[in-house]
Protein backbone atom coordinates (compact mmCIF):
# COMPACT_ATOMS: atom_id res chain seq x y z
CA UNK A 1 0.00 0.00 0.00
CA UNK A 2 1.50 3.07 -1.05
CA UNK A 3 1.28 6.77 0.91
CA UNK A 4 -1.59 7.88 -1.54
CA UNK A 5 -3.51 4.33 -0.96
CA UNK A 6 -4.14 5.25 3.02
CA UNK A 7 -7.52 7.09 3.00
CA UNK A 8 -7.69 10.72 4.63
CA UNK A 9 -10.31 8.57 7.52
CA UNK A 10 -7.44 6.00 8.53
CA UNK A 11 -4.58 8.86 9.10
CA UNK A 12 -7.54 10.74 10.57
CA UNK A 13 -8.74 8.02 13.07
CA UNK A 14 -5.28 6.96 13.62
CA UNK A 15 -3.62 9.98 14.77
CA UNK A 16 -6.99 10.72 17.13
CA UNK A 17 -6.02 7.22 18.94
CA UNK A 18 -2.75 7.92 19.42
CA UNK A 19 -3.24 11.38 21.14
CA UNK A 20 -6.12 10.24 23.38
CA UNK A 21 -4.31 7.28 24.52
CA UNK A 22 -1.18 9.38 25.10
CA UNK A 23 -3.34 11.96 27.35
CA UNK A 24 -5.15 9.12 29.02
CA UNK A 25 -1.77 7.52 29.88
CA UNK A 26 0.92 10.09 30.61
CA UNK A 27 -1.65 13.27 32.28
CA UNK A 28 -4.51 10.64 33.30
CA UNK A 29 -7.44 12.58 31.95
CA UNK A 30 -9.29 12.11 28.73
CA UNK A 31 -9.13 14.48 26.14
CA UNK A 32 -11.55 15.15 23.40
CA UNK A 33 -11.35 15.07 19.74
CA UNK A 34 -13.47 17.89 17.74
CA UNK A 35 -12.21 17.20 14.59
CA UNK A 36 -9.65 17.63 11.68
CA UNK A 37 -9.34 19.27 8.69
CA UNK A 38 -6.96 17.53 5.16
CA UNK A 39 -4.42 20.26 4.10
CA UNK A 40 -2.73 17.74 1.97
CA UNK A 41 -3.35 20.72 -0.95
CA UNK A 42 -3.15 23.97 0.85
CA UNK A 43 -0.55 26.68 2.19
CA UNK A 44 0.03 25.62 5.55
CA UNK A 45 -0.27 28.19 8.45
CA UNK A 46 -0.15 28.03 12.32
CA UNK A 47 -3.20 27.37 13.55
CA UNK A 48 -5.48 29.83 14.85
CA UNK A 49 -5.36 30.51 18.83
CA UNK A 50 -6.51 33.64 19.06
CA UNK A 51 -6.15 35.71 21.98
CA UNK A 52 -4.64 31.85 23.53
CA UNK A 53 -1.93 32.23 21.56
CA UNK A 54 -0.75 35.76 22.67
CA UNK A 55 3.17 35.92 23.44
CA UNK A 56 3.42 33.06 21.81
CA UNK A 57 2.93 29.05 21.26
CA UNK A 58 4.55 25.81 22.51
CA UNK A 59 5.56 23.17 19.82
CA UNK A 60 6.92 19.85 20.21
CA UNK A 61 7.84 17.48 16.68
CA UNK A 62 8.97 14.24 16.03
CA UNK A 63 9.76 12.77 12.84
CA UNK A 64 10.18 9.36 11.32
CA UNK A 65 12.20 8.30 8.43
CA UNK A 66 11.70 5.03 6.36
CA UNK A 67 9.25 3.66 3.98
CA UNK A 68 7.04 6.14 4.62
CA UNK A 69 8.43 9.68 5.76
CA UNK A 70 7.04 12.23 7.92
CA UNK A 71 6.63 14.93 10.94
CA UNK A 72 3.83 15.30 13.82
CA UNK A 73 3.58 19.20 15.35
CA UNK A 74 2.14 19.03 18.52
CA UNK A 75 0.86 23.00 19.54
CA UNK A 76 -0.04 24.02 22.75
CA UNK A 77 -0.89 27.69 23.90
CA UNK A 78 1.36 27.82 27.30
CA UNK A 79 -1.31 27.81 29.53
CA UNK A 80 -2.63 24.24 28.57
CA UNK A 81 1.47 22.69 28.44
CA UNK A 82 2.06 24.45 32.44
CA UNK A 83 -1.24 22.15 33.31
CA UNK A 84 0.15 19.49 31.53
CA UNK A 85 3.37 19.45 32.95
CA UNK A 86 1.89 19.94 36.72
CA UNK A 87 -0.43 17.02 35.95
CA UNK A 88 2.86 14.69 34.74
CA UNK A 89 5.31 16.21 37.15
CA UNK A 90 3.85 17.97 40.20
CA UNK A 91 2.92 21.50 40.77
CA UNK A 92 6.71 21.93 42.76
CA UNK A 93 8.80 20.67 39.86
CA UNK A 94 6.40 21.95 37.22
CA UNK A 95 7.45 25.50 38.47
CA UNK A 96 10.86 24.87 39.83
CA UNK A 97 12.72 23.20 37.23
CA UNK A 98 13.81 25.33 34.44
CA UNK A 99 12.51 24.22 30.76
CA UNK A 100 9.89 21.79 32.05
CA UNK A 101 7.68 22.89 29.73
CA UNK A 102 10.02 22.30 26.81
CA UNK A 103 10.49 19.19 28.18
CA UNK A 104 6.99 18.02 28.26
CA UNK A 105 6.14 19.11 25.09
CA UNK A 106 8.97 17.47 23.81
CA UNK A 107 8.18 14.09 25.45
CA UNK A 108 4.34 14.67 24.20
CA UNK A 109 5.73 14.98 20.76
CA UNK A 110 7.64 11.47 20.95
CA UNK A 111 5.23 9.53 22.54
CA UNK A 112 2.32 10.69 19.96
CA UNK A 113 4.69 10.10 17.17
CA UNK A 114 5.62 7.19 18.05
CA UNK A 115 2.06 5.54 18.14
CA UNK A 116 1.12 7.22 15.35
CA UNK A 117 4.16 5.63 13.21
CA UNK A 118 3.10 2.28 15.15
CA UNK A 119 -0.03 2.59 14.00
CA UNK A 120 1.07 3.57 10.08
CA UNK A 121 3.29 0.14 10.80
CA UNK A 122 0.30 -1.76 10.87
CA UNK A 123 -0.60 -0.90 7.43
CA UNK A 124 3.04 -1.75 6.27
CA UNK A 125 5.35 1.23 6.10
CA UNK A 126 8.27 0.61 8.24
CA UNK A 127 9.97 3.85 9.99
CA UNK A 128 12.01 5.01 12.85
CA UNK A 129 11.55 8.16 15.00
CA UNK A 130 13.93 11.07 14.72
CA UNK A 131 14.57 13.06 17.88
CA UNK A 132 12.34 14.89 19.19
CA UNK A 133 11.97 18.97 19.69
CA UNK A 134 10.48 21.65 20.94
CA UNK A 135 10.17 25.42 20.52
CA UNK A 136 8.26 28.47 21.64
CA UNK A 137 7.50 31.39 19.66
CA UNK A 138 4.64 33.48 17.85
CA UNK A 139 5.65 33.45 13.99
CA UNK A 140 5.91 29.16 13.42
CA UNK A 141 6.17 28.14 9.88
CA UNK A 142 5.97 24.74 8.62
CA UNK A 143 7.98 23.87 5.04
CA UNK A 144 5.33 21.18 3.39
CA UNK A 145 8.23 20.21 0.55
CA UNK A 146 7.70 16.98 -0.73
CA UNK A 147 4.84 16.33 1.60
CA UNK A 148 1.67 14.56 0.18
CA UNK A 149 -0.76 13.99 2.87
CA UNK A 150 -1.03 16.70 5.73
CA UNK A 151 -3.89 16.24 8.58
CA UNK A 152 -4.60 19.17 11.49
CA UNK A 153 -6.67 17.62 14.18
CA UNK A 154 -7.97 19.29 17.07
CA UNK A 155 -8.64 18.50 20.72
CA UNK A 156 -10.02 19.80 23.78
CA UNK A 157 -7.85 18.51 27.43
CA UNK A 158 -8.81 20.75 30.75
CA UNK A 159 -11.02 22.69 28.91
CA UNK A 160 -8.64 24.04 26.60
CA UNK A 161 -7.99 23.48 22.48
CA UNK A 162 -4.39 22.04 21.16
CA UNK A 163 -3.68 20.76 17.54
CA UNK A 164 -1.60 18.03 16.35
CA UNK A 165 -0.51 17.93 12.76
CA UNK A 166 0.48 15.15 10.70
CA UNK A 167 2.50 15.60 7.59
CA UNK A 168 3.72 12.42 5.34
CA UNK A 169 5.56 11.62 2.42
CA UNK A 170 7.39 9.20 0.29
CA UNK A 171 10.53 8.41 -0.88
CA UNK A 172 11.06 9.27 -4.28
Known amino acids: ?????????????RIAKSVC???????GEKCLFTGSEDLSKTQISNPGFGDDAEGGLFVGSVGFVGEING??????NP????????RITSEATAHSVPDMAFDVCGELANVVGGGFKGSLEE?????????PMSLFGEEL?????????????????????????????EII
Open 1 to 13: MSLLDIPYEVLES
Open 79 to 86: SLIEKIAT
Open 123 to 131: LGHKSKLTI
Open 141 to 169: FMSTMGVKQYVRAEFILFGERFVVDSALA
Open 71 to 76: VVYLFF
Open 21 to 27: NVCETMV
